[in-house]
């Protein structure tokens, strides 16, 4: 492996796939009600148990669906303060999700909670999430978050319904005092698949420089999900180095309430089972994830770029929509140009 891939930096867990929002983005497609075969507290703790035992221990970011809806989250994320481990939480904004569980995951050593604010307004915010009300009480929950002590990362959708705000959006996330703001470039797959939310190579390029430059002057980290030409837009439009992004099976894991392995939420590709192997097992051996750290592998233009090392291309937008994980990536402007 290479380097800084040999273990998971961040390992997202999908705890649940039941959820009270409808999102139009869902990229789990989530429903009203909990699964039967969700893994049980005792299979968690048994690959708790294994990520403790890297050199360097990953955060935890347990998820959805919506973590919420499973009774036994503060058994699960007790277990993890027990191991050592860092753990943070991305609730759905619902009735369940209050001040009281927001400061009991302070007394149970959560470091960080993310919520998704997609829109400047009202109007694009909860129209993209699919219910009133929850622009409004995100921003509730978020100052609640601050003054808890935990640190506050606002997560949002870059896509065709939500770009238009995408300033004015960064202009609130500075206001919100959050400690970071991961931007999400939605991939057509879920029920993003449906109605063509994603969008196309040039404007993604076009709103990476604008992060690219709005990142100079924030005072908190920022972070651009499934569109890896980040680390080239800064060096072409800052004439900076970029640090180096954990992406899919590099650095970053995903594992779905069932504990199948994937390299990434949005990558639907399956590396392993929890159930039947150890996740150490998976993520260092799994041919997956090993053709995904080998630029060699890759395809298409992506294949003879001169980034193809530092950026490789989002392997979640190729499959989904190439069918081929290791194509050319379509929402790169090198590669489509």
């Not at 796939?17 to 969700?38: S, T």
């Not at 400047?120 to 929850?134: K, L, N, P, Q, Y």
């Not at 506050?152 to 870059?158: F, G």
């Not at 065709?160 to 991939?187: H, I, N």
Request: glycine residues 8%; contains cysteine; neutral net charge.
């Amino acid at each position: 492996m290479n380097g800084m891939y040999d273990a998971p930096h961040v390992v997202t867990w999908e705890l649940t796939r039941a959820c009270q929002l409808h999102c139009r983005h869902c990229r789990a497609r989530a429903k009203a009600n909990r699964d039967a075969d969700e893994l049980t507290v005792g299979e968690i703790t048994q690959v708790m148990d294994d990520l403790a035992q890297f050199e360097w221990p990953p955060i935890i970011v347990f998820t959805g669906g919506d973590p919420l809806e499973r009774p036994d989250l503060p058994t699960i994320l007790s277990a993890a303060r027990e191991r050592g481990l860092r753990t943070a939480v991305a609730p759905s904004v619902t009735p369940r999700l209050t001040c009281e569980r927001i400061a009991e995951w302070k007394e149970l050593g959560v470091a960080s909670v993310a919520l998704s604010l997609d829109g400047a307004t009202e109007a694009v915010h909860d129209g993209f999430r699919g219910a009133a009300g929850i622009y409004r009480r995100t921003l509730d929950m978020a100052k609640t978050v601050v003054e808890c002590g935990l640190r506050l990362q606002i997560n949002s959708s870059v896509a065709k319904s939500t770009w238009v705000e995408l300033e004015s959006l960064g202009d609130m996330v500075k206001a919100l005092r959050v400690s970071s703001w991961e931007l999400f470039f939605v991939v057509p797959t879920g029920r993003a698949a449906m109605i063509a939310e994603a969008l196309e190579a040039e404007q993604i390029e076009r709103h990476l420089a604008w992060i690219a430059k709005y990142a100079q002057s924030a005072a908190f980290r920022v972070t651009v999900v499934a569109a890896p030409q980040y680390q080239r837009v800064v060096e072409q439009t800052m004439g900076m180095t970029a640090r180096p992004m954990f992406r899919e099976g590099r650095g970053v894991i995903f594992i779905d309430r069932r504990g199948l392995v994937f390299p990434s939420g949005y990558l639907p590709v399956v590396a392993g089972n929890v159930r039947r192997a150890s996740f150490t097992e998976i993520y260092q051996n799994s041919p997956v994830l090993r053709s995904l750290r080998d630029p060699s592998q890759l395809s298409g233009r992506c294949g003879t770029c001169a980034w193809s090392r530092t950026c490789g291309g989002s392997r979640s937008r190729a499959f989904a929509v190439t069918g081929d994980m290791l194509q050319s990536d379509p929402g790169c402007m090198l590669a489509v140009g």
